[in-house]
């Protein structure tokens, strides 16, 4: 393959941020279009480096195109956008119904929620499969914010008063469970950070606000406390899941990234103030402001961590680029 289409479509499939099967129809045509392309250019007399070149910038910059092209095939179908949809929909009709702390609900629900997301993620990295990874990260994540809580408060007791808070078997398990689960974390975030950090952020989108209710829980006296003010409030739980589910709706139905940054931007802003409200806890203003940038920037933080992973790669070296075709090589810059 030419050196010129090799170098154009390399840059291309770095900055095309669409799953890989689409990904690799997508530069197959293009190949294929480039060099039909060329060859009318070399029967027109134009040379053949010429009009590989000629060929590669009438199509545009790689940026500019892979934009037009996310554009295009960004777009979910009716299906995708209620399968992403519906974890969010589930949780809302869950708190809607006051029986997210049912034991036989739990258990078939966590469980079914971890199945679904490893299938979807597995067959392809399907679109709709992020919604629900963000669900089946949500308790190894939040475990192991309040594992480390656990050591902390234990590591504090012992160094004042010699005797730890609870068993000796209990503070190891924690202790092993929080490398174990920070690893799984880590893993599965690189994974999905690198595929594109946008959908990253998409999976984030619960995390602010099932931790809030969890800290809430705790506050209240515990998971399975059955406080009044807790359920009271599950109604305004059920309305932001909903929320949720209608932005992640509008965001595979949107297809420019910029009005998707914006649209997870600006709904997390609106529900993190909503639930500010909403929880009967007195917040400060500056309180309040501090929780609402904070949310903001870990909705956000994936596009930090992209670009940290993206100085890492090694630099392509055009002299050594082999003549073969991108799409054998082009997942490894995805």
Known sequence: MDHQIQKYLFGLARRLKLDPRTKDNILKELQSHIEERAGELERDGLPSTQAYRRATQELGRPDLLADDLYAVHSRGTWMEVLLAALPHLLLAALFA??????????????????????????????KWAYSWLGYSLAAPAISWLFSLFALGYAAWTFVTTGVLPFGVPLFILLVAYVPFSLWLLARVTRGVVKRDWLMA??????????????????????????????????????????????T???????????????????????????????IP??????????????????????????????????????????????????????
């Open 97 to 126: 119904m006051h029986i997210w702390n049912n034991y036989l609900v739990l258990l078939v629900a966590i469980p079914s929620v971890s199945f679904i997301a490893y299938k979807g993620w597995r067959s392809g990295r399907a």
């Open 281 to 334: 806890i007195s917040f400060g203003f500056l309180a309040a402001i501090l929780i609402l940038l904070s949310s903001i920037a870990f909705l956000l933080s994936p596009a930090f961590l992209e670009a940290r992973f993206r100085k890492r790669r090694p630099a392509v070296d055009d002299a050594d680029a082999k003549e073969e075709v991108v799409t054998h090589w082009f997942s490894s810059v995805a």
């Open 248 to 278: 992640t709706a509008v965001f595979f139905k949107v297809g420019r990234r910029a009005l998707q940054i914006g649209l997870l931007t600006a709904s997390t802003a609106l529900l993190v103030v909503y639930t500010t409200v909403a």
């Open 201 to 246: 952020s998409l999976t984030a989108l619960p995390f602010p606000f099932l931790t809030s209710w969890i800290l809430f829980l705790n506050w209240q006296g515990g998971f399975w406390a059955g406080s009044p003010r807790v359920q009271e409030t599950d109604g305004d739980r059920a309305l932001i899941f909903l929320a949720m589910a209608l």
